[in-house]
């Protein structure tokens, strides 16, 4: 009579033998490739690059009560998609090009809406979106003549963005619930305008330097 057969899977660690797929570790649930595109981080963060054209409608119909909110709700967005990102391990390829324009749609579009309906001053919405414009028209123009930038982010620029939003929300919060004109807008408006164009001028030095 034939001696019966032991089917079961040999141990994971026994030599000279693969591990079975039953013993397998399942596969992670987080998505850490650099071109997945459906991630939760990336949906919002374009969920907040299609709340700008909101913001911008409400702020042209002088609801500046309910832009102020919004424009709030964006912030914290951004916060918790970065947040989400590094514990998910999602981050993607996707993603690191999707945040940073989504943050300066919000930024240019509100400056240029506040200045439009005569809350912040004209001229610092033309210096706000001419350095934007400055810094990726140069980085394009290299890239097309194959010299990309090593361009990093450096202290200055992170201060000038802490400064715009801050300004923008104080902005949208004192004309929304009608507190009236203040002295410290003003002299944020000042500071806007000083690390912008800080920033502006350190990002062509340093465009400038890698080149040499």
């Known amino acids: 009579m034939p001696e019966a057969v032991d089917h079961k899977p040999a141990p994971a660690g026994a030599k000279g033998e693969a591990a079975p797929f039953a013993t397998l570790p399942p596969r992670p649930a987080v998505v850490t490739t650099g071109d997945a595109y459906f991630t939760l981080p990336n949906a919002i963060t ?6 700008v054209p909101g913001m911008v409608w409400l702020v042209l119909n002088h609801r500046l009560d309910w832009a102020f909110w919004v424009f709030v709700a964006a912030g914290v967005s951004d916060a918790v998609d970065g947040w989400l990102a590094r514990v998910r391990r999602s981050r993607s390829t996707l993603g690191a090009i999707l945040d940073p324009v989504a943050d ?4 240019v579009s509100i400056y240029v809406t506040l200045a439009g309906i005569g809350v912040l001053p004209d001229w610092l ?3 706000v979106v001419f350095r934007d414009l400055l810094i990726v028209g140069g980085v394009l123009v290299l890239y097309v003549l194959g010299q990309p930038p090593r361009i990093q982010p450096i202290f200055v620029s992170k201060l000038n963005t802490a400064l715009q939003i801050t300004l923008a929300a104080g902005a949208l919060l004192l004309a929304g619930y009608g507190m009236g004109d203040s002295v410290i ?3 944020f408006i000042w500071l806007v305008a000083a690390s912008t164009f800080a920033s502006g001028a350190a990002y062509v030095t340093q465009a400038a330097r890698g080149r040499a």
């Open 46 to 51: 374009f969920a907040r690059l299609c709340a």
């Open 104 to 107: 300066k749609a919000l930024l």
């Open 125 to 127: 919405a033309i210096l």
């Open 185 to 187: 807008i003003d002299v």
